[in-house]
């Protein structure tokens, strides 16, 4: 019992004593403060354009994956697609741009429906609505000299677009 009670105080008194180390005036908090806020300024972000060169990619991968019907692939590319979309709008501060990329999720649902019924002929005009909505938010926001196209050619020679049999 005394053992137990010793073992309590023990406890107690060393989470005292951390505690008044690290209340919010003490020297130590201040200078981990300091440090966490410098951590967080100088942290490396992407830029709105990397996101879409991201984007970009994604989107040319996606046209040759369901041409080919290769619907596991498309899939992929659409979820990594729009999870850059999620990203951008996450960690790019301060560009008013982000408030317009709504405007792309009823194009994004409709080419999920269209690779989930596995029908390159559902496919081909929801990519090209997907494509002049890229277009519409580019015009929107004065980089309408940024044109998005129905690629012609991979963007990469290194992977495989037909379905793996
Ligand atoms: C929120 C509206 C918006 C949507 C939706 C959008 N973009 Fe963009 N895009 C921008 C803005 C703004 C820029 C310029 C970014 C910068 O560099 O500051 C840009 C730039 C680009 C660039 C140029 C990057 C470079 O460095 O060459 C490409 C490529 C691009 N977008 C592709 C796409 C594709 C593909 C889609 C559709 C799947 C798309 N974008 C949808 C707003 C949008």
């Given at each position: 019992?005394?053992?137990t009670y010793f073992t309590i105080f023990g406890v107690v008194a060393i989470i005292a004593a951390f505690s008044?180390?690290?209340h919010s005036g003490s020297k130590e908090y201040l200078s981990l403060k300091n440090r966490l806020d410098s951590l967080e300024s100088n942290a490396y972000t992407p830029?709105?354009?990397e996101f879409m060169n991201t984007i970009e990619i994604h989107h040319a991968k996606l046209w040759f994956a369901g041409t080919d019907k290769n619907w596991p692939l498309a899939q992929y590319e659409l979820?990594?697609?729009?999870?850059?979309?999620?990203?951008?709008?996450?960690?790019?501060k301060g560009r008013p741009e982000v408030k317009e990329i709504p405007m792309i999720d009823p194009a994004l649902k409709d080419?999920?429906?269209?690779i989930e019924s596995k029908d390159v002929n559902r496919f081909k005009p929801a990519y090209i609505t997907l494509t002049t909505t890229c277009n519409s938010?580019?015009?929107a926001t004065e980089h309408g000299?940024?044109?998005i196209t129905i690629p012609s050619a991979p963007p990469v020679t290194d992977q495989q677009f037909k379905r793996a049999k």
């Amino acid at each position: 019992m005394g053992k137990t009670y010793f073992t309590i105080f023990g406890v107690v008194a060393i989470i005292a004593a951390f505690s008044s180390c690290f209340h919010s005036g003490s020297k130590e908090y201040l200078s981990l403060k300091n440090r966490l806020d410098s951590l967080e300024s100088n942290a490396y972000t992407p830029g709105f354009g990397e996101f879409m060169n991201t984007i970009e990619i994604h989107h040319a991968k996606l046209w040759f994956a369901g041409t080919d019907k290769n619907w596991p692939l498309a899939q992929y590319e659409l979820d990594e697609m729009k999870e850059t979309f999620d990203d951008l709008q996450k960690y790019v501060k301060g560009r008013p741009e982000v408030k317009e990329i709504p405007m792309i999720d009823p194009a994004l649902k409709d080419l999920g429906q269209a690779i989930e019924s596995k029908d390159v002929n559902r496919f081909k005009p929801a990519y090209i609505t997907l494509t002049t909505t890229c277009n519409s938010c580019h015009l929107a926001t004065e980089h309408g000299f940024n044109v998005i196209t129905i690629p012609s050619a991979p963007p990469v020679t290194d992977q495989q677009f037909k379905r793996a049999k």
